[in-house]
């Protein structure tokens, strides 16, 4: 079954500090990749994507991601993390020929940066 | 500045009432999704429209029904609202006929039955 594992529940980083938050994926052929945050009481806003191309990627708000597909990751991250980073962050999967537009969740990763 | 609406941030319903959700998005997209989401479980589809009157079941959509009379207007259906539905209901839209395009969401609402 196809899936994705966002391995950490809560990831813990102080302010200045560089943060990574872990996606890696179960699917099958090159899928599109996504990243979405969700601060507290909101609804989910878009990151970054990857589709094709260079294998890091940059989005809003300062936040990278790394795609590696030996080891079918990508991971988020940040150099110098801020208080308002706090948040929850979602990692989101696309089957490349899924007809049905449908995306395939991890569970989420909770981050809290510490002053 | 792009928005997808829903009518009701927070609603506190009892078991057996028909609940109505409602979501609106003025960015002309074709798709528009339901999901639900739960602590620990991300996000889980309940319906998406890819169209006018058109609709497809995602993950769970039982116990749900969704209704796509016009466009910009997405709405999810509880007929008889249980207590395993109390949860958080995000709306979202897409435009594009491709998965490489991101997902617009709305604020969300919360669904507390009694």
């Known amino acids: 079954a196809q899936s994705v594992a966002q391995p950490e529940d809560q990831v813990n980083v102080a302010e200045g500090n560089p943060l990574t938050v872990k996606c890696t994926y179960s699917v099958s052929g090159n899928p599109y990749l996504f990243w979405y945050v969700q601060y507290p009481n909101r609804g989910l806003q878009f990151l970054l994507k990857y589709i094709t191309g260079d294998n890091l990627v940059k989005g809003s708000y300062g936040f990278e991601a790394e795609f590696n597909k030996s080891q079918t990751s990508f991971h988020l991250k940040k150099p110098s993390a801020l208080v308002s980073d706090s948040a929850l962050y979602f990692c989101a999967v696309s089957p490349p020929r899924d007809s049905n537009y449908q995306l395939i969740w991890g569970a989420g990763t909770k981050l809290i940066i510490k002053p | 500045d792009v928005k997808v609406t829903q009518s009701s941030r927070y609603l506190v319903k009892r078991t057996g009432e028909k609940v109505f959700l409602e979501c609106v998005q003025d960015?002309?997209?074709?798709?528009m999704f339901w999901y639900r989401q739960d602590p620990g479980l991300g996000l889980r589809l309940i319906y998406f429209s890819y169209d006018v009157k058109m609709k497809e079941k995602g993950d769970i959509p039982e116990g749900y029904s969704v209704s796509r009379e016009k466009k910009e207007r997405f709405s999810l259906i509880l007929e008889s609202a249980s207590t395993n539905q109390t949860s958080m209901y995000l709306c979202?839209?897409?435009?594009?006929?491709?998965?490489?395009?991101?997902?617009?969401f709305g604020e969300g609402s919360r669904l507390t039955v009694l």
């Open positions: 979202a839209s897409k435009g594009g006929t491709v998965n490489t395009g991101e997902l617009f």
């Open positions: 960015m002309d997209h074709e798709n």
